[in-house]
């Protein structure tokens, strides 16, 4: 709008003045404005939102690559505890989602050699609402997490990798049943 007024001298911003004014802001500050805008996306007639009237979430994790500059490489370092380099800084990213709109309602980042139970306990599951399912991908499947997740009120419905047995224990209502998941060497 300023470019309208006359006699305004005005020039749209420089290609990184965005970043460079949040890297002065800090961290905080960007963590405080996402806490408080983050939200579900999903409508009640948004398709795939819901399940038995319950909003589907997921909980995820995954590694990204990070520019090559002094400050990431001070933060995300290139080794890992085996002595491992990647090409570039790393990060990895645990975050609760809605499922069918993919909005983030909470996150956590370190380096990806932080493992994604460390950082799936340090997410708020506050995030997600009590009557909402949060589905987990195979591999975070940790009884500690479930235990967690379960006491957050929310209802859960996890997927569960190849090779673990279940029991069955009985029939609901509903049609699904009730199991015991043991570990693949059968412990039970």
């Known amino acids: 709008m300023l ?17 460079q004014a949040r890297q002065r802001l800090g961290t905080e500050a960007v963590k405080e404005v996402f806490q408080q805008i983050a939200q579900p996306a999903a409508t009640e007639s948004t398709p795939g939102a819901w399940l038995n009237r319950r909003r589907v979430m997921a909980i995820d994790g995954f590694v990204v690559d990070l520019l090559d500059i002094e400050a990431n490489i001070a933060e995300f370092s290139r080794d890992s505890a085996g002595g491992h380099e990647t090409a570039l800084p790393q990060a990895r990213v645990v975050a609760i989602s809605e499922c ?16 994604e139970q460390t950082l799936i306990s340090l997410l708020p599951l506050s995030a997600v609402d009590r009557g909402d399912t949060p589905h987990r991908r195979p591999r975070l499947l940790q009884l500690p997490a479930w235990s967690q997740a379960r006491h957050s009120g929310a209802h859960l419905l996890w997927r569960v990798q190849a090779g673990l047995r279940s029991y069955w224990l009985r029939d609901l209502d509903d049609g699904s049943w009730l199991a015991v998941i043991t570990k693949p060497t059968g412990l039970r």
């Open 100 to 115: 069918a709109r993919h909005a983030i309602v909470a996150a956590d980042v370190a380096g990806c050699w932080t493992g």
């Open 3 to 19: 470019a309208l007024v006359p006699e305004a001298r005005w020039g749209a911003p420089a290609r990184g003045a965005i970043i």
